[in-house]
């Protein structure tokens, strides 16, 4: 294990800035800690009701989906260990448009998902008299609740201004507690407690296809996948990035994807024959609120039940207190990039860059008013996420061609072919969330747009230093890509009119996909841009020795 009490130089005694603590262990149990929250409590409950046992292709699917999009991450994460990687990657591959709309995607899901987390933390507390208090009967929270969301997410934010050693430790020892709960849980449980013939009595598939897709978009499987590139938003905070960020980017991927295919696999023989008699889309048993405590009381293991129930709490904890890091580190990415005020570049003693904190806790609470589509909040996050992820495929592309020569600590084997796949792989995603998530996925981008544009106009109208240039040549794909996205989900059979039949929409959204992948790459930013871009971001987050 990389002892993290050894930290990098201390470059804050000549100009603040962000502190190179964390080691390789640090790295990959930001990520892990991310991806083993509140999905494994869930995820296998909402997947196995939408596509019956063929829920386990799902989480296959939706793990090969995600290794894909992380491999690319790998070797850009090496070649440029930076902060808030994914939202810098667009910026030095197309400029100034395409950077401040992936950095507003990045911005965007990291924000919303502590509050989640934090929902799923009362969620599960209900369990208990004294919270019985806290959710209205629509899922909504009640003033108390209100009071109690507020205060965890005080909690998360404390913690960071504690500076990044302090969260690396407190995070690694909260993963440690995550990953060996669902791993003993999955053993105690498959002991004494599964029924192979479950996997066929009512059908493998009985939604078919559609449901095994429909799966892995709006049940949580790639919601629970998200949190690999948490190493990558801490890169900056990296004692070796070069060395580490590849290694701990897919260990964490490797770890999070078996531990969420057994969970699957389990849980479904372990249900009783009566909780599905009704078929899969109506399972139902006492307590199935808290699907895998309910479960685990079912079948007699009590005990069990009340290690969960305690986990429900620090398993999503962990994932909130990791994401609130992402946010204000994302912020910073942003405003090193001239696309949010300075203030988000301004870090405290402790190199925390304390302003995204606040906004990050503010946002918080913004998430917690009880609107009618807070339920949908999940699936809207998780296609913003792959939004988000989208960019690295098309980043890559551009730095294949265009700088060859740059240092590659992990170079991708068959990129060349892995980058465009990971990219139709990532809006085939998008498309399976359905039409109603993607209107409103359109509306809040079309907010960011109005933020972080007016500010970058702003910015260039009083002629600031580091405006950002917008070159729009080289993001002129841009816009027939969100447009032609939404038109097709918008023409689908997932929530849309259903004009495009299944299998054929695979086809169109494959074949728009390549399209604008290589369209992308035939108007990108020339060589002496990027390197100007990387070199203005990456000298500056470099300590000096």
Same mark, same amino acid.
């Given at each position: 294990?990389?002892?993290?009490?050894?930290?990098?130089?201390?470059?804050?005694?000549?100009?603040?800035?962000?502190?190179?603590?964390?080691?390789?262990?640090?790295?990959?149990?930001?990520?892990?800690?991310?991806?083993?929250?509140?999905?494994?409590?869930?995820?296998?409950?909402?997947?196995?009701?939408?596509?019956?046992?063929?829920?386990?292709?799902?989480?296959?699917?939706?793990?090969?989906?995600?290794?894909?999009?992380?491999?690319?991450?790998?070797?850009?994460?090496?070649?440029?260990?930076?902060?808030?990687?994914?939202?810098?990657?667009?910026?030095?591959?197309?400029?100034?448009?395409?950077?401040?709309?992936?950095?507003?995607?990045?911005?965007?899901?990291?924000?919303?998902?502590?509050?989640?987390?934090?929902?799923?933390?009362?969620?599960?507390?209900?369990?208990?008299?004294?919270?019985?208090?806290?959710?209205?009967?629509?899922?909504?929270?009640?003033?108390?609740?209100?009071?109690?969301?507020?205060?965890?997410?005080?909690?998360?934010?404390?913690?960071?201004?504690?500076?990044?050693?302090?969260?690396?430790?407190?995070?690694?020892?909260?993963?440690?507690?995550?990953?060996?709960?669902?791993?003993?849980?999955?053993?105690?449980?498959?002991?004494?407690?599964?029924?192979?013939?479950?996997?066929?009595?009512?059908?493998?598939?009985?939604?078919?296809?559609?449901?095994?897709?429909?799966?892995?978009?709006?049940?949580?499987?790639?919601?629970?996948?998200?949190?690999?590139?948490?190493?990558?938003?801490?890169?900056?905070?990296?004692?070796?990035?070069?060395?580490?960020?590849?290694?701990?980017?897919?260990?964490?991927?490797?770890?999070?994807?078996?531990?969420?295919?057994?969970?699957?696999?389990?849980?479904?023989?372990?249900?009783?024959?009566?909780?599905?008699?009704?078929?899969?889309?109506?399972?139902?048993?006492?307590?199935?609120?808290?699907?895998?405590?309910?479960?685990?009381?079912?079948?007699?293991?009590?005990?069990?039940?009340?290690?969960?129930?305690?986990?429900?709490?620090?398993?999503?904890?962990?994932?909130?207190?990791?994401?609130?890091?992402?946010?204000?580190?994302?912020?910073?990415?942003?405003?090193?990039?001239?696309?949010?005020?300075?203030?988000?570049?301004?870090? +405290?003693?402790?190199?925390?860059?304390?302003?995204?904190?606040?906004?990050?806790?503010?946002?918080?609470?913004?998430?917690?008013?009880?609107?009618?589509?807070?339920?949908?909040?999940?699936?809207?996050?998780?296609?913003?996420?792959?939004?988000?992820?989208?960019?690295?495929?098309?980043?890559?592309?551009?730095?294949? +061609?265009?700088?060859?020569?740059?240092?590659?600590?992990?170079?991708?084997?068959?990129?060349?072919?892995?980058?465009?796949?990971?990219?139709?792989?990532?809006?085939?995603?998008?498309?399976?969330?359905?039409?109603?998530?993607?209107?409103?996925?359109?509306?809040?981008?079309?907010?960011?747009?109005?933020?972080?544009?007016?500010?970058?106009?702003?910015?260039?109208?009083?002629?600031?230093?580091?405006?950002?240039?917008?070159?729009?040549?080289?993001?002129?794909?841009?816009?027939?890509?969100?447009?032609?996205?939404?038109?097709?989900?918008?023409?689908?059979?997932?929530?849309?009119?259903?004009?495009?039949?299944?299998?054929?929409?695979?086809?169109?959204?494959?074949?728009?996909?390549?399209?604008?992948?290589?369209?992308?790459?035939?108007?990108?930013?020339?060589?002496?841009?990027?390197?100007?871009?990387?070199?203005?971001?990456?000298?500056?987050?470099?300590?000096?020795?």
């Amino acid at each position: 294990m990389v002892n993290l009490d050894h930290a990098a130089p201390d470059v804050t005694r000549h100009k603040p800035g962000l502190r190179r603590d964390v080691g390789l262990i640090g790295l990959m149990w930001a990520s892990v800690g991310s991806i083993i929250g509140s999905g494994w409590l869930y995820g296998a409950k909402s997947a196995v009701m939408t596509a019956g046992p063929a829920a386990i292709i799902s989480w296959l699917i939706g793990a090969v989906a995600i290794v894909l999009l992380a491999l690319v991450h790998a070797e850009l994460g090496g070649m440029f260990p930076v902060a808030g990687g994914t939202a810098r990657y667009p910026h030095y591959a197309f400029g100034g448009l395409a950077g401040m709309s992936f950095g507003w995607f990045s911005w965007l899901q990291a924000a919303t998902v502590a509050p989640i987390e934090v929902e799923a933390m009362i969620g599960y507390a209900g369990h208990w008299d004294f919270a019985k208090g806290f959710l209205n009967h629509d899922s909504t929270l009640t003033t108390s609740g209100l009071i109690v969301a507020i205060a965890l997410m005080a909690v998360f934010v404390a913690v960071n201004f504690l500076g990044v050693k302090v969260l690396a430790h407190t995070n690694s020892a909260a993963t440690w507690w995550k990953i060996a709960v669902p791993l003993a849980t999955i053993f105690v449980v498959a002991v004494g407690h599964f029924h192979g013939g479950n996997f066929t009595s009512h059908g493998f598939a009985p939604f078919g296809a559609k449901g095994v897709l429909s799966a892995i978009s709006t049940s949580g499987i790639i919601f629970a996948l998200l949190g690999f590139e948490q190493a990558i938003q801490l890169a900056g905070e990296s004692r070796d990035p070069k060395r580490d960020l590849p290694r701990a980017t897919l260990g964490s991927v490797a770890i999070g994807a078996i531990i969420y295919v057994l969970l699957q696999v389990v849980f479904i023989g372990a249900l009783p024959l009566s909780t599905f008699a009704h078929g899969w889309a109506n399972l139902n048993f006492p307590g199935i609120d808290g699907p895998w405590a309910g479960l685990t009381t079912l079948v007699g293991l009590g005990w069990l039940s009340v290690v969960l129930y305690l986990d429900a709490v620090v398993s999503p904890g962990g994932t909130g207190l990791i994401y609130t890091t992402a946010t204000s580190r994302v912020s910073f990415g942003l405003a090193k990039n001239g696309y949010a005020p300075k203030l988000f570049e301004k870090v +405290d003693a402790r190199g925390v860059p304390w302003f995204g904190l606040i906004l990050s806790f503010l946002t918080g609470i913004i998430c917690f008013l009880p609107f009618p589509s807070w339920q949908k909040l999940v699936g809207f996050i998780t296609s913003a996420s792959v939004l988000m992820y989208a960019g690295a495929p098309l980043a890559y592309g551009v730095f294949s +061609d265009k700088l060859p020569n740059h240092e590659r600590p992990y170079r991708l084997p068959a990129g060349k072919v892995i980058a465009p796949l990971s990219f139709v792989v990532a809006n085939l995603i998008i498309y399976w969330a359905t039409w109603d998530i993607l209107w409103r996925l359109g509306v809040a981008i079309l907010l960011g747009y109005l933020l972080l544009g007016g500010y970058a106009l702003y910015a260039q109208r009083k002629g600031l230093p580091d405006a950002p240039r917008m070159d729009f040549k080289a993001a002129q794909w841009l816009p027939a890509y969100l447009l032609g996205i939404g038109v097709i989900s918008w023409q689908g059979g997932f929530g849309g009119q259903g004009n495009i039949p299944l299998w054929w929409d695979i086809a169109v959204v494959s074949a728009f996909s390549l399209g604008i992948y290589y369209w992308a790459r035939a108007v990108s930013s020339r060589p002496d841009e990027i390197q100007r871009s990387i070199d203005e971001i990456v000298v500056v987050d470099v300590p000096t020795h």
